[in-house]
């Protein structure tokens, strides 16, 4: 088996460990790039929204590279993503890509899905023990260091004295962790990554501007649908917090929603008086979060939401009435085929300039 998936995110490291522990070939495509949107946009519907464009063109990219398997996730849900998978099948198959597709299906839920989603790639054979010790190392130990050492980056980037220098740590930071194999070199790579970044020199007297960044989970998480839009907060100064990350997403869902205990419900309160049910995708998230960052002092929101998406935008015509009542300035960035990052990195600017005035006329009191 040839295996392909598009890019989520740090999801590609515990996926090409795990691969390789079963045998399967792991075809990792490129990162998302102008190619990659426009084999996506070339194959869309034109009114579809943006995710849906990068992942397709993801995808062909990695069977382009000789995958003849492709691995997704799907299921019911209110927005368009529950039919991503459905129509990306058939847009390929229409294409003529010869290929099978196996599915993770979210809203099966908890630790068996997962499991359920595992046996389907390695076949009927391996013990449950050895799957289940697998997914333990691949989520706990690769993807949660993985979304830890992003956040590190996130909060050394407006501090480091040499720009650049947290990025080349955090470019070569997969590889190795997804070439650990155990527990031994596992722990060794790690400890050897956090060493090299706890050397980088930080500015002592930085006081970085502290945004939320928040918005539709893929494009939150996936920087190079994005437009690296962290790096650039982080280049001017701001220390960004993301609400998003896989691993926040499978500790609430596959392990703590079954128990009806997760951050999600803290969130779904606090967006209560603006929204009262969940209109699917990450409206709820964006509106609660947004309050509870207000209340933890942030100087703003970065809104991050792809062209037509359908919850972002419904979330997006709330924030002003929720911007005045909570007095928090919020930035929505709306990302298609079209963007352009000069103009996009001007906004940033503004956004900086505006939130650090704020901080000043609040310490002049
Ligand atoms: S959340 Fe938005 S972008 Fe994501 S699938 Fe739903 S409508 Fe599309």
Redesign the pocket.
């Given at each position: 088996m040839k295996a392909t998936f598009p890019h989520c995110g740090s999801a590609w490291v515990p996926l090409k460990t795990l691969f390789a522990k079963y045998g399967i070939e792991c075809i990792i495509p490129p990162r998302a790039s102008k190619r990659t949107i426009s084999l996506g946009v070339k194959h869309s519907p034109e009114w579809i929204?943006?995710?849906?464009k990068i992942l397709l063109g993801n995808i062909i990219e990695g069977l382009e590279m000789g995958a003849d398997t492709v691995v997704s996730i799907g299921g019911p849900g209110l927005?368009?993503?529950g039919y991503?998978s459905k129509l990306h099948l058939e847009a390929l198959k229409s294409l003529g890509y010869n290929f099978d597709m196996v599915l993770f299906d979210w809203q099966e839920g908890g630790i068996v899905a997962m499991g359920r989603f595992i046996r389907k790639l390695v076949g009927p054979k391996e013990p449950w023990g050895r799957i289940i010790g697998d997914i333990k190392f691949g989520l706990f130990g690769q993807l949660l260091f993985m979304e830890n050492l992003e956040r590190k980056v996130h909060w050394v980037r407006p501090r480091e004295l040499e720009q650049g220098a947290v990025n080349r740590v955090w470019r070569s930071a997969g590889d190795r962790i997804a070439a650990a194999a155990t527990e031994e070199e596992l722990k060794e790579t790690r400890a050897q990554i956090l060493r090299e970044i706890d050397a980088i020199p930080l500015d002592p007297k930085a006081k970085p501007l502290k945004v939320g960044f928040l918005g539709?989970?893929?494009m939150a998480i996936d920087p190079a649908s994005n437009l690296g839009l962290e790096e650039e907060l982080g280049k001017l100064g701001v220390e960004v917090h993301r609400a998003a990350y896989l691993m926040n997403w499978a500790q609430s869902w596959l392990f703590l929603a079954p128990l009806g205990i997760s951050h999600h419900q803290k969130v779904s309160q606090a967006a209560r008086p603006y929204l009262k049910r969940d209109v699917?995708?990450?409206a709820v998230q964006s509106l609660g979060e947004t309050i509870l960052h207000q209340k933890e002092g942030y100087d703003g929101i970065v809104h991050i939401m792809?062209f037509?998406?359908?919850?972002?935008i419904t979330a997006q015509n709330i924030f002003p009435r929720l911007a005045k009542d909570h007095q928090i300035p919020i930035l929505t960035v709306t990302i298609d085929e079209q963007m352009g990052k000069a103009g996009l990195i001007t906004r940033l600017e503004a956004f900086a300039d505006l939130m650090a005035r704020r901080r000043a006329a609040a310490a002049r009191g």
């Open positions: 929204c943006f995710p849906y927005c368009r993503l991503y539709e989970f893929f699917s995708g990450d792809p037509t998406c359908m919850p972002e």
